[in-house]
DNA sequence: TTGATATTAGTACCAAGTGCTAATACTAAT
DNA sequence: ATTAGTATTAGCACTTGGTACTAATATCAA
């Protein structure tokens, strides 16, 4: 018999929001209240039905499906100068760090230096060839990782572009690369 | 008037996969056949009704969530001798290529090296410091790739270790790259 | 003891089905 | 044309997990 009421419905939220799975049937019994009591919980507390629940995890699931092109490019893309300069930024989450020690995966910053590197060129299609990275200083989750890549020189006989990639954050170079790039016009160049 | 049944639960079975947030009585309307039909298709089919339908993709997501920190890893590892050696197997799916040209994005060969090379050392934690890499053939949609991970070399005075990695498809060489890694024992290492 | 708030109970109703039976409709073959 | 066999439609009872609403109790505090 918990202190009824506030202190249920808080934990009802929680438990709600942990496993939207659950019926009002299953969270009665768990409090030991009338299932009613939980409507009315759930009434109060705004909180929808269980189809209801339930579809919108299924239609978030779907949504991510529609947008997962999105994720081609590592990073948004504030400015671009076609073979020139672009900048992009990288908002770092839980979701790309070490959970021992909150420290962001090397892979997520090459991510969005190669996708910037590839971006800056777009002449139909680049492709890396070589790259020379760095890893200057740990990113941790909540940084927004600013990253400027320019393209340095060009060797056209064999349609390479070299490109300098730096990624700062809050005005701290974290991370540092040098990439070469293939470019190619036709399709197919196996 | 489609050519009924098969082609009917043939588009039915489409559509379902395509949108499973469908009703029966909007799919009856769509082909112009009674909700019994549609039920009866589903039943034949073994399609379960919208509820179920939609609870499976929520369920999925779900277990995504859950299973996301398995994401840390790209690439399965099917091979490990700690401090000396690793092999990972990573199958290039739609989602990890260009649109374009259908071949492989960089970053995700790069993800997996740096994986492997993060895993098998696994001193606490390891963070990668430089690496070299060379991208030498396109990997393209449904190739599987067979990465390997040997330490070459050690600087314990700098905690540093260096890593050969070589990634293949079909026995021909795809990616080469060597890392050099910082390895921490104690937590927080700003 | 009175009032207010909280809880429980009960009824009718809904969506989107399942499960079942029975009646038609359509088609192909004898 | 008749008959068999498949396909389609109709109808009814029942299920889950609810909503909406009303009415009866409990509980607690002043």
Redesign the interface.
Known sequence: MKRSKKERQSLLTEQIAEN??VTDEQLAAEFNVSVQTIRLDRMELAIPEL?ER??D??????D?VKS??L??V?GEIIDIELDNRAISIFDVGE?HV????G?A???HL??QA??LA?AVIDD??A?????????VK?VRAGNRVVTKAVVKGKNPDKNRTFIEVTSSVENEIVFKGEFEMYR?KG??T?
């Open positions: 939207p799975f189809r339930i579809k995890v299924a239609a978030k699931k779907y991510e997962l092109p994720d081609e590592i979701e070490f959970q021992r020690n420290i995966r090397g892979h090459f991510a190669n996708s590839v139909e299609l492709l890396t060839v070589k790259s020379n990275v760095a890893f740990p190619m399709e197919e196996t």
